[in-house]
């Protein structure tokens, strides 16, 4: 099966950038932003991004290239005979099906969300009835179930027309239409009444904030805004040629995904401070706080309605980028042809995404975790405090060791071509300390989830001292 290309350089920073921008950038920073101080929060991020992030991100990047395979068969390409780094490769497809089984679902919601205040639904009405829209939207089976079949037939039929005809060029126009309405919504906010007193909670950092929880929740945040781990970035490498070297490509990306997030910030915490309400909601920020305050908001229903299509052109641009990253496994297994890969992953993806659809209605009673926790959350503690953790060890340790591709290997494919250089000296960073910041992430990732009401691994052991 020949390989498709990428028909440009900007075609595959967009659809990088696509598949890194999404639900974590626009959703989950702002609100742990407003739960771990604001600026000493943004703060530690950044660092954590370019220590951790950066590095990961290239060797995916160098993997798909030099191996011009799919995640699934990238290793195959590259490891030695009768080695079995590939089996990481099957499960690198499995986590990309687990992400897409809740991802399409919240992607959902935000099509729900926007055809409710551009139809006018969601403004003019009581603060009572405006903070019920979310939980009247999860108890409906039909309205969970229908928007995510929606997310799903749109995204493989935009797949279906090719990787440069469908992919690249509605990626490109959804990531500009992204990057201009995040502009417009973030001057809107930044002209409002309270707007001083968001914008310096979330951009001043308070060092005093700085404690145990602030550096964990900010290394954790810049780990899986990335999506690093499931060969999301390893298939987008794959698609491209030799004239670019790896590193600066990488920071392109980073610096587009960066400034999303930022962005988000600035467009949520002024409209917060300015309408009273509280910043440290937590996971119902985006939804419950933001139908409020746009609510409450002059113009606020063709407000809310930018707000929510940036927020799908957000969450899309992942949907993409992913759903491609699975058909190109597929394909490259069972070599079928573009179209019929996509009407079998589709209709695949469309049944395995039910059971979180109907977690917060007629399969309620499913409680996995503490009191609330759904399939969603099930589903999502296998993919973020998981499978992305181990898949970024196993690339990482697949680069540096002599038992995998080797260090020289991984550096020479990197620095191919024009543009930032690795030097050999983050050899021992890589080889030694990165390993064990991905390592501290999975641990502190399981030893603080909380797997039943009040109950952490954490917990217990600090109990029996």
């Not at 126009?173 to 502009?183: E, G, H, N, P």
């Not at 909601?281 to 985006?286: K, T």
């Not at 992305?388 to 071509?417: H, I, M, Q, S």
């Amino acid at each position: 099966m020949q390989r498709e290309r990428l028909g440009s350089r900007l075609g595959f920073i967009l659809l990088s950038a696509g598949c890194a921008i999404g639900v974590g950038n626009v959703w989950k920073f702002p609100w742990m932003a407003g739960q771990y101080g604001g600026g000493a929060f943004v703060l530690i991020y950044l660092l954590f991004l370019i220590a951790l992030g950066l590095p990961v991100m290239v060797v995916e990047f160098s993997l798909g290239r030099a191996s011009q395979s799919s995640p699934v068969k990238l290793y195959q390409k590259l490891e030695k005979p009768g080695q079995k780094w590939h089996l990481h490769g099957y499960a690198a497809l499995i986590a990309n099906f687990l992400l897409m089984m809740f991802y399409t679902v919240v992607t959902g919601w935000m099509f729900h969300y926007f055809i409710g205040f551009i139809s006018g639904k969601m403004t003019g009405i009581s603060n009572e009835a405006s903070g019920q829209l979310f939980g009247n939207m999860l108890s409906s089976p039909y309205t969970n179930v229908g928007f995510m079949a929606l997310v799903v037939v749109v995204g493989f039929l935009v797949l279906s027309f090719g990787l440069q005809k469908g992919v690249e060029r509605i990626t490109k126009y959804m990531m500009v239409a992204l990057l201009a309405l995040m502009i417009i919504l973030a001057i809107n906010s930044c002209t409002l009444d309270g707007a001083k007193d968001g914008l310096s909670f979330y951009l001043k950092p308070d060092l005093s904030k700085i404690d145990g929880s602030v550096i964990v929740g900010a290394m954790n945040q810049a780990f899986f805004t990335l999506s690093l781990g499931i060969g999301s970035m390893a298939i987008f490498g794959s698609y491209i040629g030799k004239e670019r070297s790896l590193l600066g490509e990488s920071v392109n990306v980073l610096v587009l995904d960066t400034f999303v997030a930022i962005t988000a910030g600035l467009i949520i915490f002024p409209a917060c401070t300015t309408y009273g309400v509280e910043v440290s909601n937590g996971p119902s920020l985006l939804f419950e706080a933001m139908a409020k305050v746009f609510n409450n908001m002059s113009g606020g229903r063709w407000w809310g309605s930018l707000f929510f299509l940036f927020m799908i052109f957000a969450a899309f641009s992942t949907i993409l980028a992913v759903f491609e990253n699975i058909l190109a496994c597929v394909r490259e297994i069972t070599n079928w042809s573009r179209v019929k890969a996509c009407i079998i992953c589709g209709i695949a993806i469309l049944i395995l995404s039910v059971p979180c659809a109907l977690g917060f209605n007629l399969w309620s009673g499913f409680v996995p975790f503490k009191s609330g926790s759904a399939v969603l959350d099930l589903e999502d503690f296998l993919v973020s405090n998981c499978l992305l953790p181990l898949g970024a060890l196993c690339y990482v340790l697949f680069c540096v060791t002599k038992k995998g591709w080797g260090f020289d290997n991984f550096l020479k494919e990197a620095n191919t071509g024009k543009g930032l250089k690795l030097g050999r000296w983050i050899k021992p960073y890589m080889t030694f300390i990165l390993p064990l910041i991905i390592i501290t992430v999975f641990v502190v990732g399981i030893a603080t989830f909380e797997f039943a009401d009040n109950f952490t691994i954490w917990g217990w052991i600090k109990s029996l001292f």
